[in-house]
């Protein structure tokens, strides 16, 4: 599974392949003709309690993901449109977040990628 990240605010490139954009929130400020999202995937992003609780706060960092992962794990199906543009070529999670190492879309590249805490539900 080829699985990037990028934040939202950096030029989509030819080698993304399918974007998705992870937050439950559109990134502020930012164009929807120049984001080049293919599909906003709201119900992949942790929710509205748990992103407020971490506050991308890197002591919290494992906390969060046990957290989110539960929270994806949950949530049956809701990867499955990722998963099958996957298996086609590049994904690209796309996050608005200025921290790049400490965010949902960092999360949730290692969960689909098997090397997640919690294990898929398929």
């Known amino acids: 599974m080829d699985i990037r990240t990028k934040r939202a605010y950096?030029?989509?490139?030819?080698?993304?392949?399918?974007?998705?954009?992870?937050d439950r929130l559109w990134p502020r400020g930012l164009k929807?003709?120049?984001?080049?999202?293919?599909?906003?995937?709201?119900?992949?992003?942790?929710?509205?309690?748990?992103r407020k609780w971490f506050n991308h706060e890197p002591a919290k960092w494992d906390a969060f993901k046990r957290r989110y992962l539960k929270e994806l794990a949950a949530k049956g199906d809701v990867l499955e449109p990722?998963?099958?543009?996957?298996?086609?070529?590049?994904v690209t999670l796309v996050y608005g977040s200025k921290e790049e190492r400490f965010n949902n879309a960092a999360a949730l590249k290692e969960f689909l990628?098997?090397?997640g805490a919690?294990?898929?539900?398929?």
């Not at 950096?10 to 954009?21: I, K, S």
């Not at 990722?82 to 590049?90: C, D, T, V």
């Not at 919690?118 to 398929?122: L, N």
């Open 10 to 22: 950096e030029a989509p490139g030819n080698d993304d392949g399918f974007r998705v954009l992870v």
């Open 32 to 50: 929807k003709e120049n984001a080049r999202i293919d599909l906003w995937l709201k119900e992949a992003a942790p929710s509205s309690e748990l």
């Open 82 to 90: 990722i998963r099958q543009e996957a298996e086609k070529g590049a």
């Open 118 to 122: 919690v294990a898929r539900k398929r």
């Open 113 to 115: 990628s098997g090397k």
